[in-house]
């Protein structure tokens, strides 16, 4: 049978913490390093989203055309 610990050294060796910058779409800067937890083996890949500059300047686009 399994002890706790054991078990959560299992586990601890299962996953990992990686850090996963996020690159805006628009400019390419890398705008925020999230924290996500990963199976060990698993893909690390960026992220992709809009960064807060950006993202005033699409609304203020956005606004303008309307
Ligand atoms: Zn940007």
Same mark, same amino acid.
């Given at each position: 049978?399994? *002890?706790? *610990?054991?078990?959560?050294?299992?586990?601890? !060796?299962?996953? @990992?913490? =990686?850090? /996963?910058?996020?690159?805006?779409?628009?400019?390419?800067? /890398? &705008?925020?390093?999230?924290?996500? @937890? &990963?199976? *060990?083996? %698993?893909?690390? %890949?960026? *992220? %992709? +989203?809009?960064?807060? !500059?950006? &993202?005033? =300047?699409?609304?203020? @686009? +956005?606004?303008?055309?309307?």
């Amino acid at each position: 049978m399994e *002890t706790d *610990t054991e078990k959560l050294k299992k586990s601890e !060796k299962s996953s @990992e913490q =990686k850090k /996963i910058p996020k690159i805006c779409s628009w400019c390419g800067m /890398i &705008f925020s390093i999230d924290d996500w @937890e &990963f199976k *060990t083996g %698993h893909k690390i %890949h960026v *992220t %992709h +989203g809009i960064c807060p !500059k950006c &993202f005033a =300047k699409e609304k203020a @686009e +956005g606004e303008k055309i309307k």
